[in-house]
Structure formats: C-alpha cells, structure tokens
C-alpha cells in the first residue's frame, strides 16, 4: 500500500488523495484534482480536456485518482437512484392511506 495524504481541495472542498511519491507537488495535485472533476461532470471541453485525458493516460496518479472519483460517482448515483425509489414508494403508500382515510 503507498503512502497517501488526504486533501481537501480549497475551492471546491472536494476530497482527494496526493501521494508523497507523485511526480507533482501537492498544489499541482489539488489543481488536477479539480480538474479532474469538472472532466467527471463534463465541463471540460477542447485543450482543457485533452489536457486532462493526457494526464490520465500518461501518469499513474492521476489516473487512479480519476479511477477513484469515477468510482465514488457511480456508488453515490446508484445509492442515490435506491433512496429516490425509497421515497417515491413511501410517498406513494401515504397517499394511498389518506385516500383510504378521506374515503372511508
């Protein structure tokens, strides 16, 4: 397992991980580390973007850096799909009691 230090990147407040063995300085990896998720939220578009797919292709701390927000992205999504089914069938079941209540 590598060392890694857990950051928060002072804009966003998003977390991410430097690694004391990356090729960049930790300001460097906050600044990808945005980067990397306005890539995610695909609010990168021309130079910034292949910029950023280069980066992902060409160092390794980047890429498991993407990797890793990717991954957050879709646990947070499929949880989110499971709570605003959640929802929708408790909504659904107290409407049903109210009209039964109002009905009968």
């Known amino acids: 397992m590598r060392p890694h230090t857990v950051m ?3 804009k966003t407040k998003k977390m ?4 004391p063995d990356s090729p960049y300085s930790q300001a460097e990896c906050e600044s990808i580390i945005q980067k990397l998720e306005l890539f ?3 609010q990168l578009h ?3 973007r292949a910029e950023v ?3 992902i292709a060409d160092c390794e ?3 498991e850096q993407y990797k890793l927000e990717k991954r957050l992205r879709q646990l ?3 949880r989110w799909h499971n709570l605003h089914q959640e929802a929708q069938e408790i909504a659904q079941s107290v ?3 109210l009209r039964k209540s109002f009905s009968g």
């Open 61 to 63: 701390y980047c890429a």
């Open 46 to 48: 021309g130079k910034a």
């Open 40 to 42: 995610l939220d695909g």
């Open 95 to 97: 409407w049903q009691r």
């Open 76 to 78: 947070l999504a499929r």
């Open 8 to 10: 928060s990147c002072r």
């Open 53 to 55: 797919e280069r980066l």
């Open 16 to 19: 991410g991980v430097y690694r």
